[in-house]
């Protein structure tokens, strides 16, 4: 009798164990989300993953979504809760956030958004458009030999251009160099004014306005959570900024050649869902890059500087 109660309490163990161990595959999703910092290009990148991963997906996909308040330091700190928890992929909103969890993982799938230039992200020779590994995504590079012609198209009489960006952040950096050697090319003379955060945009964007007819800012992620200080310096000074994305140029620009971060965002939730129902390997993946970029002006500051856009334009909403 006692070897049959024992033979009982032991099947029972069994069947309890069984029950409280996680599924091998029970076709659920888990994806961690890391966003750099809260401003409108990355939240619009942000909705469109989800969005994209819904639609595809339905309820099979859940999110952990944590942003990291513009510090790389806190992004390493969310990619590595995400690696413990072993989240099934990894969406890294802007350079920083993609920097960590390459860092973090060499087997969970990462992808990125709102990253302008991977090669010069995470130092990567012979650029291929593949980054190979555990990780793709998209770009959010804009032409921009066509956002120098467009200083051009709405300032051919200016002749100093300054370029008003963060240091801290490669992507921008890799935009203010190229897009110098373009405005030289019209002729401008160009001098760059380099931020280290947001406790000394004010201060740099003072110096830019004392010596420049134009500023340009190049995607940025300091620079777009800090639009509203940037507009107080600039307006007064009546010097106008042509910006890199939307975002950026409704909060203080008057105009910009953009692309949507929402459709960028899309395109990349599309992506994750071919990874992770197995229909595409992230290693053979190409970064992918947006093919429509729009003519935008900021009609309440072109008005209060004076400035008359020509045809060719869309307002900003």
Same mark, same amino acid.
């Given at each position: 009798?006692?070897?049959?109660?024992?033979?009982?309490?032991?099947?029972?163990?069994?069947?309890?164990?069984?029950?409280?161990?996680?599924?091998?595959?029970?076709?659920?999703?888990?994806?961690?989300?890391?966003?750099?910092?809260?401003? *409108?290009?990355?939240?619009?990148?942000?909705?469109?993953?989800?969005?994209?991963?819904?639609?595809?997906?339905?309820?099979?996909?859940?999110?952990?979504?944590?942003?990291?308040?513009?510090?790389?330091?806190?992004?390493?700190?969310?990619?590595?809760? &995400?690696?413990?928890?072993?989240?099934?992929?990894?969406?890294?909103?802007?350079?920083?956030?993609?920097?960590?969890?390459?860092?973090?993982?060499?087997?969970?799938?990462?992808?990125?958004?709102?990253?302008?230039?991977?090669?010069?992200?995470?130092?990567?020779?012979?650029?291929?458009?593949?980054?190979?590994?555990?990780?793709?995504?998209?770009?959010?590079?804009?032409?921009?030999?066509?956002?120098?012609?467009?200083?051009?198209?709405? &300032?051919?009489?200016?002749?100093?251009?300054?370029?008003?960006?963060?240091?801290?952040?490669?992507?921008?950096?890799?935009?203010?160099?190229?897009?110098?050697?373009?405005?030289?090319?019209?002729?401008?003379?160009?001098?760059?004014?380099? &931020?280290?955060?947001?406790?000394?945009?004010?201060?740099?964007?003072?110096?830019?306005?004392?010596?420049?007819?134009?500023?340009?800012?190049?995607?940025?992620?300091?620079?777009?959570?800090?639009?509203?200080?940037?507009?107080?310096?600039?307006?007064?000074?009546?010097?106008?900024?042509?910006?890199?994305?939307?975002?950026?140029?409704?909060?203080?620009?008057?105009?910009?050649?953009?692309?949507?971060?929402?459709?960028?965002?899309?395109?990349?939730?599309?992506?994750?869902?071919?990874?992770?129902?197995?229909?595409?390997?992230?290693?053979?993946?190409?970064?992918?890059?947006?093919?429509?970029?729009?003519?935008?002006?900021?009609?309440?500051?072109?008005?209060?500087?004076?400035?008359?856009?020509? *045809?060719?334009?869309?307002?900003?909403?």
């Amino acid at each position: 009798m006692k070897k049959w109660i024992a033979l009982i309490m032991a099947a029972l163990l069994l069947v309890s164990m069984t029950a409280c161990a996680p599924a091998a595959d029970d076709g659920k999703y888990v994806v961690g989300i890391c966003q750099l910092v809260q401003h *409108e290009a990355l939240d619009a990148a942000t909705k469109g993953f989800k969005d994209a991963l819904v639609k595809e997906l339905g309820d099979k996909v859940t999110f952990e979504e944590k942003n990291a308040s513009n510090e790389a330091p806190a992004c390493t700190t969310i990619i590595n809760g &995400f690696v413990a928890s072993n989240v099934d992929l990894i969406m890294a909103n802007a350079t920083p956030a993609l920097q960590a969890a390459v860092a973090g993982t060499d087997k969970i799938p990462v992808l990125g958004t709102s990253v302008t230039d991977y090669a010069s992200a995470l130092e990567l020779d012979n650029w291929t458009g593949t980054v190979g590994g555990n990780v793709s995504g998209t770009s959010d590079l804009a032409p921009l030999a066509d956002q120098a012609a467009m200083i051009k198209e709405l &300032f051919p009489d200016k002749q100093n251009v300054g370029l008003l960006y963060c240091v801290g952040e490669p992507n921008s950096q890799y935009q203010v160099d190229v897009i110098t050697v373009e405005l030289e090319k019209l002729g401008y003379t160009v001098k760059t004014y380099g &931020f280290t955060d947001t406790n000394d945009v004010s201060s740099v964007a003072q110096a830019a306005c004392s010596n420049s007819d134009v500023i340009y800012i190049p995607t940025d992620n300091t620079a777009a959570a800090n639009t509203e200080a940037i507009a107080n310096v600039v307006l007064a000074a009546k010097v106008p900024v042509v910006a890199g994305e939307a975002g950026i140029c409704r909060g203080c620009g008057v105009a910009t050649l953009s692309i949507d971060y929402y459709d960028l965002g899309y395109a990349t939730g599309l992506m994750a869902a071919k990874i992770l129902t197995g229909e595409a390997n992230i290693a053979t993946m190409p970064v992918e890059t947006a093919s429509k970029f729009t003519k935008m002006y900021n009609a309440e500051n072109c008005a209060a500087l004076g400035i008359t856009v020509p *045809e060719g334009y869309t307002t900003l909403d």
